[in-house]
């Protein structure tokens, strides 16, 4: 069984569009994260969210917003879509704080034309 | 603020030879440092980490690194490289009792193998 999923796999958009990434663990746990990995395969993270905190990196726009309808999910919505959000998105999820416990999906890669 | 460096964009190693993926970091007290892989179109897996205690550490597939206070560094290295072990290396940093969120992670090493 798959730990940490994510879908779509692959998603090319245009410029303007809104788009959502999705995320499932099935692990149990209560800490899940969105990573992004860009051309030159910097990962940064973007948000960590438990069930009683979301904490944003500081650094990522207002575009992006996740949304978690339950505790396996954190789906990742992209508003405005613009050419420097190509990149790949990891998602991620630990019990707790336990960032050397992580699981990271297998990425979703998105360009944006 | 934290930082860390991973100084080379891609080491070349012959299978059977020893090798160092070098990492610096900058951070204010005691650091938690990291080492994951990334195989092609996979995320992010966990090798290793130093928190506290001896600074030789060891992790999985017979990576191990040392922690070097003096020099601010956290380089990985295996006594004898394997083929398999070709991949994307990412060194990462985080602050003492800070959240996960604070996580800093270099640029990441490639790894190549060669037979």
């Known amino acids: 069984d798959t730990a940490v999923s994510q ?17 499932e663990q099935n692990l149990g746990h209560d800490t899940m994260y969105w990573y992004k990995q860009d051309s030159k395969k910097f990962l940064k993270i973007m948000f960590s ?11 990522v726009p207002n575009r992006f917003s996740p949304k978690s309808p339950d505790k396996a999910h954190l789906n990742l919505h992209i508003n405005s879509l613009e050419l420097g959000d190509s990149a790949v998105y990891f998602c991620a999820s630990s019990p707790g704080d336990r960032v050397d416990e992580q699981y990271f999906g297998p990425g979703t890669r998105l360009t944006v034309t | 603020a934290q930082s860390v460096a991973q100084p080379e964009d891609q080491v070349n190693v012959a299978e059977g030879n020893p090798l160092t993926v070098k990492c610096t970091y900058s951070v204010s007290g005691n650091p938690y440092l990291f080492w994951y892989v990334q195989y092609p179109n996979r995320g992010l897996q966990f090798l290793l980490k130093y928190i506290t205690g001896d600074n030789l550490v060891k992790g999985s597939y017979g990576f191990e690194a040392e922690f070097n206070k003096s020099q601010t560094s956290f380089h990985l290295k295996k006594p004898s490289a394997l083929v398999s072990d070709s991949a994307l290396y990412f060194c990462a940093v985080r602050a003492p009792y800070s959240s996960a969120s604070k996580i800093i992670f270099g640029s990441g090493t490639r790894l190549s193998i060669r037979p």
């Open chain 1, 49 to 59: 969210y438990n069930n009683k905190e979301l904490i944003i990196n500081e650094t």
């Open chain 1, 7 to 23: 879908t779509p796999k692959y998603l090319v958009t245009q410029m303007g569009n809104d788009k959502s990434i999705k995320c």
